[in-house]
């Protein structure tokens, strides 16, 4: 067995090598956990934004600022969008956004054939023990699913966005 030599990346070569993108919102890729109910699951999720230069699309209740500013280890602004769920999902797609759910659910596409997002693209997230409401479900274009092997019924929202975000960025 030879011993290839593995040189590690430092921050600054990482940083030298990453795509330029502009410091405001693009508007082309949101991850959207309408009905959050773990606060660190949205910190994580900021973060994987950031990394696929994707905003976040949050309600207005009152834990969701601090559970942000907390899991914000970036400690830079990042972008974030404060919603009413159903009136912006119904606004995004009268504006030719296509909004994709992830769920569980008939005819739900494979995340291993989503496409990547060639046209303004939301990911909606539900609730982490019930879903996406019915009342968001007609808003919906489309519907991705992850699929699992394991006794699980689904992935946590940070985890489950940060996948479907990478794929839609077209990075995996």
Partial sequence: MSGRSVR??????LRGQRRRRAPRCLGHLYAAPLW?????????????????GACLAVPRIPWVPE???RGNT????????????????????KAGARVIGVELAEDAVR??????????????LGHE?????????DLLDDVVEIPMIGTGASLNVAVAGSLVLYKLAGMI
């Avoid at 590690?8 to 070569?13: F, H």
């Avoid at 990547?116 to 693209?121: E, S």
């Avoid at 023990?129 to 479900?137: H, R, S, T, V, Y």
């Fill in 67 to 69: 559970a942000l500013a």
């Fill in 36 to 52: 959050p109910l773990h606060q660190a699951n949205l910190g994580t999720l900021l973060r994987t934004c950031d990394a696929v």
């Fill in 129 to 137: 023990q019930d879903g996406i409401p019915p009342e968001a479900l």
């Fill in 8 to 13: 590690i990346r430092t921050p600054k070569d």
């Fill in 111 to 124: 995340l291993a054939d989503l496409p990547m997002a060639r046209q303004p693209t939301i990911a909606v």
């Fill in 74 to 93: 970036l400690r830079q602004r990042t972008c974030v969008h404060w919603v009413r769920p159903l009136p912006w999902l119904a606004g995004q797609r």
